[in-house]
Protein backbone atom coordinates (compact mmCIF):
# COMPACT_ATOMS: atom_id res chain seq x y z
CA UNK A 1 0.00 0.00 0.00
CA UNK A 2 1.25 3.71 -0.97
CA UNK A 3 0.72 6.99 0.75
CA UNK A 4 2.39 10.14 0.30
CA UNK A 5 3.95 12.16 2.33
CA UNK A 6 1.15 13.96 3.90
CA UNK A 7 0.51 10.90 5.65
CA UNK A 8 3.88 10.57 7.24
CA UNK A 9 3.17 13.42 9.81
CA UNK A 10 -0.18 11.30 11.71
CA UNK A 11 1.73 7.98 11.37
CA UNK A 12 4.87 9.21 13.12
CA UNK A 13 2.39 10.74 15.97
CA UNK A 14 0.49 7.79 16.45
CA UNK A 15 4.27 4.95 16.24
CA UNK A 16 5.15 7.51 18.77
CA UNK A 17 1.94 7.39 20.98
CA UNK A 18 1.91 3.32 20.48
CA UNK A 19 5.72 3.15 21.35
CA UNK A 20 4.74 5.70 24.48
CA UNK A 21 1.74 2.96 25.90
CA UNK A 22 4.39 0.00 25.37
CA UNK A 23 6.64 1.95 27.69
CA UNK A 24 3.89 2.56 30.16
CA UNK A 25 2.91 -1.04 29.92
CA UNK A 26 6.28 -1.86 31.10
CA UNK A 27 6.19 0.49 33.77
CA UNK A 28 2.96 -0.74 35.27
CA UNK A 29 3.21 -3.93 37.07
CA UNK A 30 -0.43 -4.73 36.90
CA UNK A 31 -0.52 -4.48 33.21
CA UNK A 32 -0.87 -7.53 30.63
CA UNK A 33 -1.07 -7.90 26.54
CA UNK A 34 -4.85 -7.02 26.66
CA UNK A 35 -4.56 -4.02 28.58
CA UNK A 36 -1.75 -2.77 26.03
CA UNK A 37 -3.20 -3.85 23.15
CA UNK A 38 -6.95 -1.89 24.14
CA UNK A 39 -4.66 1.19 25.11
CA UNK A 40 -2.92 1.15 21.81
CA UNK A 41 -5.85 0.64 19.78
CA UNK A 42 -7.67 3.58 21.73
CA UNK A 43 -4.55 6.30 21.18
CA UNK A 44 -5.02 4.92 17.46
CA UNK A 45 -8.14 5.82 16.85
CA UNK A 46 -7.88 9.31 18.82
CA UNK A 47 -4.83 9.96 16.21
CA UNK A 48 -6.52 8.94 13.21
CA UNK A 49 -9.46 10.94 14.17
CA UNK A 50 -6.91 14.08 14.32
CA UNK A 51 -5.45 12.69 11.16
CA UNK A 52 -9.17 13.35 9.57
CA UNK A 53 -9.92 16.44 10.93
CA UNK A 54 -5.67 17.93 9.68
CA UNK A 55 -5.72 16.51 5.92
CA UNK A 56 -5.55 19.44 3.46
CA UNK A 57 -8.62 20.66 1.19
CA UNK A 58 -7.48 20.61 -2.00
CA UNK A 59 -10.50 23.18 -3.41
CA UNK A 60 -8.63 25.52 -1.11
CA UNK A 61 -5.58 26.87 -2.28
CA UNK A 62 -5.41 28.33 1.43
CA UNK A 63 -5.17 25.63 3.27
CA UNK A 64 -1.90 25.48 4.94
CA UNK A 65 -2.15 21.37 5.20
CA UNK A 66 -2.21 21.91 1.11
CA UNK A 67 1.11 21.51 -0.20
CA UNK A 68 0.44 21.08 -3.99
CA UNK A 69 0.75 24.05 -5.69
CA UNK A 70 -2.33 25.98 -7.01
CA UNK A 71 -1.28 26.52 -10.41
CA UNK A 72 -0.61 23.27 -11.41
CA UNK A 73 -3.46 20.24 -12.12
CA UNK A 74 -1.56 17.82 -11.26
CA UNK A 75 1.52 18.31 -8.76
CA UNK A 76 4.48 16.26 -9.89
CA UNK A 77 5.45 15.93 -6.56
CA UNK A 78 1.81 13.32 -6.20
CA UNK A 79 2.05 10.81 -9.61
CA UNK A 80 0.96 7.58 -7.62
CA UNK A 81 -1.75 9.64 -5.94
CA UNK A 82 -2.91 11.29 -8.99
CA UNK A 83 -2.87 7.79 -11.06
CA UNK A 84 -4.53 5.94 -8.05
CA UNK A 85 -7.30 8.49 -8.64
CA UNK A 86 -8.17 8.35 -11.93
CA UNK A 87 -8.06 4.61 -12.18
CA UNK A 88 -10.52 4.54 -9.77
CA UNK A 89 -12.78 6.78 -11.06
CA UNK A 90 -12.72 8.73 -7.77
CA UNK A 91 -11.97 12.56 -6.98
CA UNK A 92 -8.47 13.21 -5.74
CA UNK A 93 -9.52 14.21 -1.79
CA UNK A 94 -11.60 10.75 -1.78
CA UNK A 95 -8.88 9.27 -2.80
CA UNK A 96 -6.07 10.77 -0.84
CA UNK A 97 -8.52 10.58 2.48
CA UNK A 98 -8.42 6.63 1.97
CA UNK A 99 -5.28 6.69 1.49
CA UNK A 100 -5.01 8.30 4.76
CA UNK A 101 -7.25 6.25 6.62
CA UNK A 102 -5.55 2.83 5.19
CA UNK A 103 -2.26 3.83 6.52
CA UNK A 104 -3.19 4.57 9.79
CA UNK A 105 -5.31 1.70 10.26
CA UNK A 106 -2.09 -0.30 9.64
CA UNK A 107 -0.18 1.60 11.37
CA UNK A 108 -2.46 1.51 14.58
CA UNK A 109 -1.93 -2.36 13.78
CA UNK A 110 1.24 -2.85 13.82
CA UNK A 111 1.81 -0.12 16.76
CA UNK A 112 -0.59 -2.46 18.78
CA UNK A 113 1.36 -5.75 17.67
CA UNK A 114 4.43 -4.28 18.82
CA UNK A 115 3.32 -2.94 21.88
CA UNK A 116 1.77 -6.97 22.80
CA UNK A 117 4.76 -8.45 21.47
CA UNK A 118 6.83 -5.69 23.74
CA UNK A 119 4.92 -6.28 26.82
CA UNK A 120 4.59 -9.94 26.37
CA UNK A 121 8.62 -10.30 25.66
CA UNK A 122 9.83 -7.77 27.64
CA UNK A 123 7.34 -7.96 30.93
CA UNK A 124 7.55 -11.46 31.48
CA UNK A 125 9.10 -11.18 34.64
CA UNK A 126 7.47 -8.45 36.03
CA UNK A 127 4.33 -10.35 34.82
CA UNK A 128 5.50 -13.46 36.54
CA UNK A 129 5.81 -11.47 39.64
CA UNK A 130 2.57 -10.06 39.23
CA UNK A 131 1.23 -13.30 39.12
CA UNK A 132 2.98 -15.34 42.19
CA UNK A 133 2.98 -12.11 44.42
CA UNK A 134 0.36 -9.25 44.30
CA UNK A 135 0.10 -6.17 46.03
CA UNK A 136 -1.92 -7.51 48.84
CA UNK A 137 0.84 -10.13 49.42
CA UNK A 138 3.72 -7.65 49.39
CA UNK A 139 1.67 -5.75 52.23
CA UNK A 140 0.95 -9.45 54.56
CA UNK A 141 4.86 -9.87 53.93
CA UNK A 142 6.06 -6.91 55.33
CA UNK A 143 3.30 -7.26 58.42
CA UNK A 144 4.84 -10.34 58.94
CA UNK A 145 8.11 -8.99 59.09
CA UNK A 146 7.16 -5.94 61.33
CA UNK A 147 5.43 -8.65 63.63
CA UNK A 148 8.98 -10.50 64.13
CA UNK A 149 10.73 -7.40 64.51
CA UNK A 150 7.76 -6.57 67.54
CA UNK A 151 8.62 -10.45 69.00
CA UNK A 152 12.34 -9.83 68.45
CA UNK A 153 12.10 -6.34 70.39
CA UNK A 154 9.72 -8.07 72.99
CA UNK A 155 12.74 -10.64 74.28
CA UNK A 156 15.49 -8.05 73.97
CA UNK A 157 13.45 -6.19 76.19
CA UNK A 158 12.21 -9.26 78.75
CA UNK A 159 16.18 -9.76 78.57
CA UNK A 160 17.11 -6.82 79.75
CA UNK A 161 15.00 -6.96 82.15
CA UNK A 162 15.99 -10.67 83.44
CA UNK A 163 19.82 -8.95 83.62
CA UNK A 164 18.45 -5.86 85.70
CA UNK A 165 17.27 -8.43 88.11
CA UNK A 166 19.93 -10.97 88.24
CA UNK A 167 22.43 -7.98 89.12
CA UNK A 168 19.78 -6.57 91.76
CA UNK A 169 20.15 -10.49 93.31
CA UNK A 170 23.79 -10.09 93.02
CA UNK A 171 24.55 -6.75 94.65
CA UNK A 172 21.83 -8.24 97.59
CA UNK A 173 24.48 -11.58 97.69
CA UNK A 174 27.29 -9.03 97.81
CA UNK A 175 25.42 -6.83 100.22
CA UNK A 176 27.12 -7.63 104.32
CA UNK A 177 24.28 -8.88 106.50
CA UNK A 178 23.05 -6.33 108.67
CA UNK A 179 24.06 -6.20 112.02
CA UNK A 180 21.48 -6.52 115.01
CA UNK A 181 21.51 -3.05 115.47
CA UNK A 182 20.40 -2.13 111.85
CA UNK A 183 17.60 -4.99 112.26
CA UNK A 184 16.43 -3.26 115.48
CA UNK A 185 16.32 0.08 113.79
CA UNK A 186 14.21 -1.43 111.08
CA UNK A 187 12.00 -3.49 113.49
CA UNK A 188 11.70 -0.19 115.37
CA UNK A 189 10.67 1.81 112.15
CA UNK A 190 7.96 -0.87 111.14
CA UNK A 191 6.74 -1.00 114.68
CA UNK A 192 2.85 0.14 115.38
CA UNK A 193 2.47 3.98 115.47
CA UNK A 194 0.03 6.87 114.97
CA UNK A 195 1.07 7.68 111.15
CA UNK A 196 3.27 11.21 111.09
CA UNK A 197 2.92 13.35 108.67
CA UNK A 198 6.00 11.91 106.60
CA UNK A 199 4.39 8.51 107.43
CA UNK A 200 0.96 9.95 105.52
CA UNK A 201 3.16 11.17 103.01
CA UNK A 202 4.48 7.86 102.11
CA UNK A 203 0.94 6.13 101.85
CA UNK A 204 0.49 8.15 98.71
CA UNK A 205 3.48 7.25 97.43
CA UNK A 206 3.90 5.28 94.10
CA UNK A 207 5.97 1.88 94.80
CA UNK A 208 8.82 3.11 92.66
CA UNK A 209 8.78 6.08 94.81
CA UNK A 210 8.53 4.07 98.04
CA UNK A 211 11.13 1.77 96.62
CA UNK A 212 13.75 4.58 95.87
CA UNK A 213 13.70 6.41 99.32
CA UNK A 214 13.86 3.25 101.25
CA UNK A 215 17.15 2.68 99.41
CA UNK A 216 18.12 6.26 99.72
CA UNK A 217 17.40 5.19 103.76
CA UNK A 218 19.31 2.12 103.73
CA UNK A 219 22.36 3.90 102.11
CA UNK A 220 22.02 6.34 104.90
CA UNK A 221 21.95 3.81 108.11
CA UNK A 222 24.47 2.04 106.38
CA UNK A 223 26.93 5.44 106.33
CA UNK A 224 26.13 6.05 109.63
CA UNK A 225 27.42 3.03 110.59
CA UNK A 226 30.46 3.08 108.56
CA UNK A 227 30.99 6.69 110.21
CA UNK A 228 29.99 5.35 113.81
CA UNK A 229 32.10 2.15 113.46
CA UNK A 230 35.33 3.14 111.80
CA UNK A 231 36.54 -0.44 111.63
CA UNK A 232 37.98 -1.98 108.78
CA UNK A 233 38.41 -5.11 109.86
CA UNK A 234 34.79 -6.00 109.99
CA UNK A 235 33.88 -5.47 106.15
CA UNK A 236 33.25 -8.82 105.04
CA UNK A 237 35.45 -10.70 102.52
CA UNK A 238 32.36 -10.56 100.34
CA UNK A 239 31.43 -7.41 100.79
CA UNK A 240 33.57 -5.28 97.88
CA UNK A 241 31.54 -2.52 95.70
CA UNK A 242 33.47 -0.22 93.81
CA UNK A 243 36.54 -2.30 93.18
CA UNK A 244 38.33 -2.19 90.10
CA UNK A 245 39.66 -5.54 88.57
CA UNK A 246 43.53 -5.41 87.87
CA UNK A 247 44.00 -6.49 84.24
CA UNK A 248 46.32 -9.96 84.10
CA UNK A 249 44.66 -11.72 87.98
CA UNK A 250 42.69 -12.46 89.76
CA UNK A 251 42.63 -9.44 91.96
CA UNK A 252 40.30 -6.14 92.43
CA UNK A 253 41.35 -2.98 94.00
CA UNK A 254 39.33 -0.31 95.97
CA UNK A 255 40.51 3.13 96.53
CA UNK A 256 38.25 4.84 99.46
CA UNK A 257 38.58 7.61 102.34
CA UNK A 258 37.14 10.80 102.88
CA UNK A 259 37.96 14.47 102.38
CA UNK A 260 37.10 16.47 105.80
CA UNK A 261 37.76 19.93 106.68
CA UNK A 262 37.00 20.78 110.39
CA UNK A 263 36.57 25.10 111.79
CA UNK A 264 38.19 24.71 115.49
CA UNK A 265 37.24 27.85 117.55
CA UNK A 266 38.69 27.77 121.03
CA UNK A 267 36.96 29.82 123.57
CA UNK A 268 40.24 28.98 126.81
CA UNK A 269 44.09 28.15 125.98
CA UNK A 270 44.91 24.46 125.10
CA UNK A 271 47.93 23.03 124.25
CA UNK A 272 46.91 21.72 120.80
CA UNK A 273 44.51 23.68 119.06
CA UNK A 274 42.91 21.50 116.21
CA UNK A 275 40.88 19.20 118.80
CA UNK A 276 39.95 18.75 122.56
CA UNK A 277 42.37 16.84 124.06
CA UNK A 278 41.12 17.44 127.60
CA UNK A 279 44.38 16.42 129.78
CA UNK A 280 45.96 19.06 128.00
CA UNK A 281 43.95 22.02 129.44
CA UNK A 282 46.74 23.94 131.12
CA UNK A 283 45.42 24.68 135.25
CA UNK A 284 48.18 26.77 136.02
CA UNK A 285 50.01 29.82 134.45
CA UNK A 286 47.17 30.48 132.09
CA UNK A 287 47.20 34.39 131.75
CA UNK A 288 50.38 33.71 129.59
CA UNK A 289 48.62 30.98 127.04
CA UNK A 290 46.31 32.63 124.50
CA UNK A 291 43.25 30.55 122.77
CA UNK A 292 44.16 29.84 119.29
CA UNK A 293 41.88 28.72 116.50
CA UNK A 294 42.69 26.36 113.08
CA UNK A 295 40.60 25.59 110.07
CA UNK A 296 42.64 22.20 108.72
CA UNK A 297 41.88 19.37 106.23
CA UNK A 298 44.97 17.15 108.33
CA UNK A 299 42.14 14.47 109.30
CA UNK A 300 41.61 13.72 105.73
CA UNK A 301 41.98 10.12 104.74
CA UNK A 302 42.71 7.54 102.22
CA UNK A 303 42.99 3.78 101.63
CA UNK A 304 43.76 1.13 99.56
CA UNK A 305 41.88 -2.29 99.71
CA UNK A 306 43.22 -5.36 97.83
CA UNK A 307 41.14 -8.82 97.26
CA UNK A 308 42.56 -11.77 95.53
CA UNK A 309 40.92 -15.29 95.48
CA UNK A 310 43.21 -17.91 95.80
CA UNK A 311 43.05 -21.95 95.70
CA UNK A 312 43.90 -21.08 99.92
CA UNK A 313 40.49 -18.83 100.45
CA UNK A 314 40.02 -15.52 99.35
CA UNK A 315 43.47 -13.08 100.71
CA UNK A 316 42.81 -9.61 101.66
CA UNK A 317 45.59 -6.51 102.42
CA UNK A 318 44.32 -2.68 103.82
CA UNK A 319 46.06 0.27 104.01
CA UNK A 320 44.73 3.70 105.38
CA UNK A 321 46.73 7.06 106.57
CA UNK A 322 45.80 10.42 107.08
CA UNK A 323 47.63 13.72 107.67
CA UNK A 324 47.28 14.43 110.90
CA UNK A 325 50.93 13.87 111.86
CA UNK A 326 53.54 17.24 112.35
CA UNK A 327 52.92 19.41 109.32
CA UNK A 328 50.21 17.71 107.61
CA UNK A 329 52.99 14.89 106.77
CA UNK A 330 51.02 11.31 106.50
CA UNK A 331 50.72 9.18 109.39
CA UNK A 332 49.90 5.14 109.01
CA UNK A 333 46.52 4.46 110.51
CA UNK A 334 45.95 0.76 109.48
CA UNK A 335 48.16 -1.51 107.79
CA UNK A 336 46.87 -5.24 107.75
CA UNK A 337 46.72 -8.49 105.72
CA UNK A 338 43.44 -10.83 106.26
CA UNK A 339 42.92 -14.38 105.39
CA UNK A 340 39.34 -15.91 105.93
CA UNK A 341 39.70 -15.51 109.87
CA UNK A 342 43.00 -14.56 110.62
CA UNK A 343 44.65 -11.29 110.80
CA UNK A 344 48.16 -9.75 110.87
CA UNK A 345 49.47 -6.39 110.79
CA UNK A 346 48.42 -2.78 112.19
CA UNK A 347 44.71 -2.09 113.11
CA UNK A 348 42.52 -1.58 115.93
CA UNK A 349 43.10 -3.64 119.55
CA UNK A 350 40.90 -6.48 119.93
CA UNK A 351 40.11 -4.59 123.20
CA UNK A 352 38.29 -1.68 121.26
CA UNK A 353 34.85 -1.82 120.73
CA UNK A 354 34.53 -0.07 117.35
CA UNK A 355 30.20 -0.92 117.53
CA UNK A 356 30.03 1.62 120.77
CA UNK A 357 32.22 4.51 119.47
CA UNK A 358 29.69 7.64 119.78
CA UNK A 359 29.36 9.68 116.76
CA UNK A 360 31.94 13.11 117.32
CA UNK A 361 32.69 16.01 115.03
CA UNK A 362 36.53 16.19 117.24
CA UNK A 363 38.65 14.17 115.84
CA UNK A 364 40.71 13.32 119.36
CA UNK A 365 37.08 11.97 120.75
CA UNK A 366 36.07 10.61 123.94
CA UNK A 367 38.52 10.92 126.80
CA UNK A 368 37.81 7.34 128.65
CA UNK A 369 37.40 5.53 125.89
CA UNK A 370 39.71 2.94 124.74
CA UNK A 371 41.19 4.01 121.79
CA UNK A 372 44.69 2.57 120.10
CA UNK A 373 45.57 0.77 116.80
CA UNK A 374 48.67 -0.85 116.95
CA UNK A 375 50.43 -4.43 115.38
CA UNK A 376 49.11 -7.59 116.00
CA UNK A 377 48.27 -11.09 115.15
CA UNK A 378 44.55 -12.22 115.45
CA UNK A 379 42.28 -14.94 115.46
CA UNK A 380 38.26 -14.47 114.89
CA UNK A 381 36.18 -17.32 115.52
CA UNK A 382 32.71 -16.96 115.16
CA UNK A 383 29.81 -18.93 116.58
CA UNK A 384 26.89 -18.37 114.64
CA UNK A 385 25.92 -14.91 114.27
CA UNK A 386 25.32 -13.91 117.64
CA UNK A 387 29.00 -14.48 118.98
CA UNK A 388 32.20 -13.54 118.38
CA UNK A 389 35.28 -13.95 119.65
CA UNK A 390 38.74 -12.10 119.27
CA UNK A 391 42.26 -13.36 120.36
CA UNK A 392 45.40 -11.52 119.75
CA UNK A 393 48.92 -11.27 120.24
CA UNK A 394 49.71 -7.19 120.59
CA UNK A 395 52.73 -5.06 120.30
CA UNK A 396 52.70 -3.92 123.94
CA UNK A 397 54.98 -0.24 123.28
CA UNK A 398 55.22 0.53 127.08
CA UNK A 399 54.82 3.85 128.25
CA UNK A 400 56.93 4.89 130.99
CA UNK A 401 57.07 8.17 133.05
CA UNK A 402 61.08 9.30 133.99
CA UNK A 403 62.48 6.06 132.13
CA UNK A 404 61.61 4.40 128.87
CA UNK A 405 59.24 1.18 127.75
CA UNK A 406 61.17 -2.07 126.84
CA UNK A 407 58.95 -4.41 124.33
CA UNK A 408 59.88 -8.39 125.20
CA UNK A 409 56.72 -9.86 125.52
CA UNK A 410 53.54 -9.08 123.10
CA UNK A 411 50.08 -8.00 125.22
CA UNK A 412 47.66 -10.85 125.30
CA UNK A 413 44.11 -9.61 124.65
CA UNK A 414 41.34 -11.60 124.26
CA UNK A 415 37.60 -10.20 123.74
CA UNK A 416 34.01 -11.59 122.87
CA UNK A 417 31.09 -10.15 121.30
CA UNK A 418 27.67 -11.13 122.29
CA UNK A 419 24.16 -9.87 120.74
CA UNK A 420 22.55 -10.49 124.34
CA UNK A 421 18.81 -9.92 121.90
CA UNK A 422 17.93 -7.43 119.12
CA UNK A 423 17.97 -4.31 120.90
CA UNK A 424 21.26 -5.21 123.21
CA UNK A 425 24.85 -5.94 122.04
CA UNK A 426 27.38 -6.28 124.97
CA UNK A 427 31.04 -6.59 124.38
CA UNK A 428 34.01 -8.06 127.46
CA UNK A 429 37.24 -7.74 127.11
CA UNK A 430 40.41 -9.01 128.85
CA UNK A 431 44.17 -8.17 128.95
CA UNK A 432 47.50 -9.17 130.13
CA UNK A 433 50.78 -7.58 129.83
CA UNK A 434 54.41 -7.35 130.67
CA UNK A 435 55.54 -3.82 131.34
CA UNK A 436 59.50 -3.35 131.42
CA UNK A 437 61.17 -0.16 131.81
CA UNK A 438 64.53 1.02 131.96
CA UNK A 439 65.00 4.39 134.69
CA UNK A 440 66.52 7.35 133.43
CA UNK A 441 70.15 7.50 134.75
CA UNK A 442 69.15 10.15 137.46
CA UNK A 443 67.16 7.57 138.61
CA UNK A 444 70.33 4.65 138.58
CA UNK A 445 69.43 3.16 134.83
CA UNK A 446 67.98 0.27 135.97
CA UNK A 447 66.01 -2.29 134.03
CA UNK A 448 62.43 -3.72 136.03
CA UNK A 449 59.17 -5.28 134.95
CA UNK A 450 55.61 -5.60 136.04
CA UNK A 451 52.66 -7.19 135.30
CA UNK A 452 49.69 -5.26 134.27
CA UNK A 453 45.84 -6.11 133.70
CA UNK A 454 42.88 -4.97 132.08
CA UNK A 455 38.77 -5.29 131.73
CA UNK A 456 36.75 -3.73 129.68
CA UNK A 457 33.02 -4.29 129.03
CA UNK A 458 31.14 -1.96 126.24
CA UNK A 459 27.95 -1.84 124.86
CA UNK A 460 25.06 -0.62 122.58
CA UNK A 461 21.45 -0.60 124.08
CA UNK A 462 18.14 0.27 121.68
CA UNK A 463 15.36 2.47 122.72
CA UNK A 464 12.79 2.66 120.67
CA UNK A 465 10.45 4.05 123.31
CA UNK A 466 12.41 6.95 123.45
CA UNK A 467 12.58 7.04 119.04
CA UNK A 468 12.46 4.81 116.54
CA UNK A 469 16.53 4.59 115.98
CA UNK A 470 17.99 6.04 119.21
CA UNK A 471 20.46 4.21 120.93
CA UNK A 472 22.32 4.48 124.32
CA UNK A 473 26.04 3.88 124.42
CA UNK A 474 28.34 2.67 126.90
CA UNK A 475 32.02 1.36 128.17
CA UNK A 476 33.75 1.01 131.83
CA UNK A 477 37.29 0.23 131.33
CA UNK A 478 39.37 -1.01 134.23
CA UNK A 479 42.66 -1.73 135.06
CA UNK A 480 46.60 -1.62 136.16
CA UNK A 481 49.26 -0.22 133.53
CA UNK A 482 46.53 0.11 130.95
CA UNK A 483 46.97 4.29 130.25
CA UNK A 484 47.83 3.66 126.50
CA UNK A 485 44.99 2.00 125.89
CA UNK A 486 42.58 5.36 127.02
CA UNK A 487 42.38 8.10 125.04
CA UNK A 488 43.20 11.01 127.20
CA UNK A 489 46.19 9.12 128.76
CA UNK A 490 47.60 7.95 125.51
CA UNK A 491 47.48 11.63 124.08
CA UNK A 492 49.41 12.98 127.11
CA UNK A 493 51.41 10.12 127.61
CA UNK A 494 53.58 8.32 129.44
CA UNK A 495 50.38 6.45 131.99
CA UNK A 496 51.47 2.59 131.89
CA UNK A 497 54.10 3.11 134.58
CA UNK A 498 56.29 5.07 136.79
CA UNK A 499 59.65 5.26 138.80
CA UNK A 500 59.41 5.60 142.03
CA UNK A 501 63.02 8.01 143.90
CA UNK A 502 64.29 4.78 144.85
CA UNK A 503 64.20 3.44 140.94
CA UNK A 504 60.82 0.66 141.82
CA UNK A 505 58.77 0.65 138.79
CA UNK A 506 54.67 1.29 139.63
CA UNK A 507 52.20 1.11 137.77
CA UNK A 508 48.80 3.46 137.40
CA UNK A 509 45.84 2.11 138.71
CA UNK A 510 43.02 3.42 136.01
CA UNK A 511 39.50 3.57 135.69
CA UNK A 512 37.36 5.16 132.45
CA UNK A 513 34.67 5.36 130.51
CA UNK A 514 32.00 7.00 128.82
CA UNK A 515 27.77 6.67 128.24
CA UNK A 516 26.78 8.05 125.23
CA UNK A 517 22.74 9.25 124.12
CA UNK A 518 21.88 9.25 120.26
CA UNK A 519 18.89 10.47 119.09
CA UNK A 520 17.65 11.03 115.49
CA UNK A 521 15.27 13.86 115.12
CA UNK A 522 13.70 13.74 111.58
CA UNK A 523 15.51 11.87 108.26
CA UNK A 524 18.99 11.87 108.49
CA UNK A 525 19.13 14.08 111.12
CA UNK A 526 21.10 12.85 114.16
CA UNK A 527 21.94 14.63 117.77
CA UNK A 528 24.60 12.73 120.04
CA UNK A 529 25.17 13.28 123.99
CA UNK A 530 28.27 12.30 125.02
CA UNK A 531 29.41 11.95 129.14
CA UNK A 532 33.46 10.40 129.80
CA UNK A 533 35.46 10.70 132.47
CA UNK A 534 38.99 9.64 133.53
CA UNK A 535 40.52 8.39 136.86
CA UNK A 536 43.98 7.70 137.74
CA UNK A 537 45.36 6.45 140.75
CA UNK A 538 48.51 7.65 141.42
CA UNK A 539 51.20 6.38 143.72
CA UNK A 540 51.97 8.53 146.75
CA UNK A 541 55.30 9.94 145.48
CA UNK A 542 54.14 11.81 142.34
CA UNK A 543 54.10 15.87 142.21
CA UNK A 544 50.62 17.65 142.86
CA UNK A 545 50.33 18.86 139.29
CA UNK A 546 50.27 15.57 138.06
CA UNK A 547 47.08 14.27 135.89
CA UNK A 548 44.09 13.05 138.53
CA UNK A 549 41.24 13.15 136.38
CA UNK A 550 39.15 14.68 133.62
CA UNK A 551 35.69 15.61 132.59
CA UNK A 552 33.94 15.97 129.22
CA UNK A 553 30.85 16.90 127.94
CA UNK A 554 29.56 17.20 124.19
CA UNK A 555 26.67 17.60 121.93
CA UNK A 556 26.46 17.49 118.23
CA UNK A 557 24.32 17.70 115.66
CA UNK A 558 24.83 15.81 111.74
CA UNK A 559 22.89 16.40 108.75
CA UNK A 560 23.39 13.87 105.74
CA UNK A 561 22.01 15.77 102.52
CA UNK A 562 23.57 12.48 100.62
CA UNK A 563 24.87 9.16 101.55
CA UNK A 564 28.37 10.41 100.95
CA UNK A 565 28.17 13.67 102.66
CA UNK A 566 27.73 14.93 106.45
CA UNK A 567 27.53 18.47 107.88
CA UNK A 568 28.21 18.40 111.51
CA UNK A 569 28.57 21.05 114.23
CA UNK A 570 29.72 20.44 118.01
CA UNK A 571 29.74 21.92 121.51
CA UNK A 572 32.52 20.74 123.65
CA UNK A 573 33.20 21.29 127.45
CA UNK A 574 36.09 19.56 129.40
CA UNK A 575 37.47 19.97 133.04
CA UNK A 576 40.94 18.64 134.11
CA UNK A 577 41.70 18.53 137.81
CA UNK A 578 45.62 17.78 139.02
CA UNK A 579 46.86 15.61 141.96
CA UNK A 580 47.02 18.70 144.29
CA UNK A 581 43.17 19.39 143.91
CA UNK A 582 43.54 22.54 141.47
CA UNK A 583 41.32 22.42 138.30
CA UNK A 584 40.37 24.32 135.42
CA UNK A 585 38.52 23.46 132.64
CA UNK A 586 37.58 24.85 129.00
CA UNK A 587 35.12 25.52 125.92
CA UNK A 588 35.43 24.94 122.28
CA UNK A 589 32.98 24.78 119.15
CA UNK A 590 33.80 22.37 116.29
CA UNK A 591 32.33 22.88 112.28
CA UNK A 592 32.75 19.64 109.73
CA UNK A 593 32.01 18.62 106.59
CA UNK A 594 33.11 15.72 105.21
CA UNK A 595 33.01 13.91 101.94
CA UNK A 596 33.15 9.97 101.66
CA UNK A 597 34.67 8.26 98.01
Known amino acids: MAFNARGKQPVAALLLLASVCAQASQDDPQATPETAQA ?62 DEGASEAAAAAAAAATANTATQDQ ?15 ALLQAQQKDLEEQKSLLQAQTTEIKNLKA ?59 QSDDPTRDLLNEFPGAWRLPGTDAALAIGGYVKTTVVYNFDPLEIRDRFIVGSIPVEDRADIEAQSSITASQSRLNFDLR ?79 YEFQLSLEDPNPQIENGKGVTRAPDLVTSGRFVINDRLHVKVGLMGRQIRGQADLSL ?14 SGRFMTPRLGGRDSILFQINAGNGIGRYVNDLSSVGNFDGIFSPEGELKLFDITSGYVSY ?32 TLRFSSNIFWMPTPRIDIGAEYLWGNRQNENGDNDDATQIQLAARYRF
Open 39 to 100: SAVTATSQVADASKSSSPDPNNPSDPNNPRDPNDPLDPNEPALASTADAAGTSAPEAKTAAT
Open 125 to 139: PAAAAAQTMTMAQVI
Open 169 to 227: ELDVLRAPPPSRDEELVAKAETATQPLSQDKLAETSESPEDQAAREERKEEGKDAVARA
Open 308 to 386: EPTEFGLLRAFIEGDFASDNDTFRLRHAFGQWKKVLAGKTWSSFVDTQATPEEVDFEGLNGRINVRQSQIRIMPTIGQN
Open 444 to 457: GGGLEKEYGWGATV
Open 518 to 549: QHWWKGSIRSNFTFGAVEVDNPSFVEGDAYKR
